[in-house]
Nanobody
Framework: QVQLVESGGGLVQAGGSLRLSCAAS????????MGWFRQAPGKDREFVAA???????NIADSVQGRFTISRDNAKNTVYLQMNSLKPEDTAVYYC?????????????????WGQGTQVTVSS
């Protein structure tokens, strides 16, 4: 059983930056696949980034070159650094954890979710 708490969202102007944090408790954090997803009003939840054990990463094409994902296993925390933000990045951002050893990165593949944090990018 894993509990996740996101923080770091807020209101920024286009071109600005934010860093989201997700603190995890329960289980063995260093073995989890950690993911970030986002959901804008009227749209499906979409994949943003994931960090697997051993440092393997996956980044969505829509944020490639602007967002990076990292983790600090000593703090049981995963981060999403968001640079060059655009209005279309506006969404609720969710942290998620997958505790098995399979490779899927769909929302349904992740069993634990945080409460979400709002990111709003103004133009």
């Amino acid at each position: 059983q894993v509990q996740l708490v996101e923080s770091g969202g807020g209101l920024v102007q286009a071109g600005g930056s934010l860093r989201l944090s997700c603190a995890a408790s329960g289980g063995t954090f260093s073995t989890f696949t950690m993911g970030w997803f986002r959901q804008a009003p009227g749209k499906d939840r979409e994949f943003v980034a994931a960090l697997r054990r051993y440092g393997f990463t996956n980044i969505a094409d829509s944020v490639q070159g602007r967002f990076t994902i990292s983790r600090d296993n000593a703090k049981n925390t995963v981060y999403l650094q968001m640079n060059s933000l655009k209005p279309e990045d506006t969404a609720v951002y969710y942290c998620a954890a997958r505790t098995d050893y399979k490779l899927g990165l769909r929302p349904a593949d992740f069993g634990s979710w945080g409460q979400g944090t709002q990111v709003t990018v103004s133009s």
